[in-house]
């Protein structure tokens, strides 16, 4: 019988659960106190920005199952527009959905909406550190699905949790539920907490910075909308033509984060190595020297993480789409083969993960959608 193990971690990891609830509580109200004085410029910042962008109300509060199952109102900076909660009453927000509020993106990605929150943790409905809060129709149709999802119901929810921190908002449950399980059976480490508050904050900073200089930038501007643009492929819609002075720059930033981004596509009977040029949550595009016929292929995506020594492998069924020939002339040496000519196809390809786990990886690591890798 194969036994289910916990995410593997180097030396004592610092759980969910608490065993002198006094001092805990005490411990909660010390990390408290700085942080809350350090977040009110910002909260109070942010309050007068989405005033003017969106107007009121500016917060969201929504009903949420603490400890034992306790239903409190959770506070958030609203990032959707009003009365988007009949659609997403028990499922998450859906990709491309049009409900999000001109900020709410920003707000979501950088996890800023999360600040009024604190206020939970003041009056104690909420630790620093614990699973995330789910609404009571989320929590009833999950149980049902997935074997110990109320375990996370035997601590207090929290502010900050390890699903939220290495994961998406659009992991699969199952996934969730699993770290959850795990965490919530092991003990709080409270040295460990200060740790992760600012591995927290780091890893905020980073995704307003990749936010907003992906925004902000007109060489980005530029090549998002020539070439971002992957999802009108499944309305027939014919793409431009790549510019590879532009493509270079993703090849580029990907080794400027260390990573080194390869698609391996199996074909029947041949397998190439290829460099993937751009991806979204629907399509991915890369060059190849090797023709490849349209239609349906098993493909893999490889990264390697040069920081952690870590190779990523997702696997997804795809279907080329749109592929375009690119003459031999071409003088970037991004996309030079292995004949040094430079000559080849460029291809576009509509993909589903082969699993939910593989959608994850696609979605934590290619998509870099989480807040800490």
């Given amino acids: 019988m194969m036994i289910q193990r916990g995410p593997r971690r180097c030396g004592r990891v610092s759980g969910y659960l608490v065993t002198y609830k006094f001092f805990y509580r005490v411990w909660n109200l010390i990390l408290l106190i700085p942080v809350l004085f350090a977040a009110l410029p910002v909260i109070s910042l942010l309050y ?19 400890k034992d199952k306790k239903p409190f109102d959770m506070y958030k900076f609203r ?31 950088s996890r800023l909406d999360e600040l009024p929150q604190l206020f939970n943790v003041l009056k104690g409905e909420m630790n620093f550190i614990g699973p995330r809060p789910v609404r009571p129709e989320i929590a009833n149709k999950a149980a049902d699905k997935i074997k110990n999802y109320d375990i996370r119901f035997c601590v207090t929810p929290g502010l900050v949790g390890y699903t939220q921190l290495f994961m998406t908002h659009r992991t699969p449950k199952k996934i969730r539920a699993r770290f959850n399980s795990y965490f919530c059976r092991r003990k709080v480490i409270f040295w460990k907490e200060p740790l992760i508050l600012a591995m927290t904050i780091m890893g905020m900073i980073r995704k307003m910075r990749v936010f907003l200089w992906s925004r902000f930038s007109g060489f980005i ?7 971002r643009q992957l999802t009108a492929l499944t309305q027939k819609a014919a793409p431009l033509k790549p510019d590879f002075k532009e493509k270079r720059f993703f090849l580029s930033y990907s080794l400027a984060e260390k990573k080194v981004v390869i698609v391996s ?8 190595a290829c460099v993937l040029s751009d991806i979204d949550d629907n399509t991915f595009t890369f060059f190849s020297s090797i023709p490849l016929s349209e239609g349906d292929s098993r493909f893999l995506l490889q990264m390697n993480i040069a920081s952690s020594k870590k190779q990523i ?60 890798c």
């Fill in 265 to 272: 596509i199996t074909d029947h009977k041949f397998t190439c």
């Fill in 79 to 109: 990032t959707l527009v009003v009365g988007a909660d009949k659609h997403t009453k028990d499922c998450v927000l859906p990709v491309r959905s049009g409900l999000e509020t001109p900020l709410g993106k920003f707000l979501r990605e």
């Fill in 221 to 227: 501007k530029k090549e998002q909308s020539e070439n």
């Fill in 313 to 372: 492998k997702a696997y997804c069924f795809g279907t080329v789409v749109k592929k375009e020939m690119i003459p031999g002339e071409s003088e970037n040496t991004d996309v030079k083969t292995d004949n040094g000519s430079g000559s080849g196809y460029f291809y576009w390809v509509c993909y589903k993960p082969v699993s939910d786990f593989d959608f994850y990886k696609i979605d934590k690591y290619f998509l870099n959608n989480s807040i800490l």
């Fill in 48 to 66: 007068v920005i989405l005033f003017f962008t969106q107007g009121f109300p500016v917060f969201y509060k929504g009903r949420r199952l603490g």
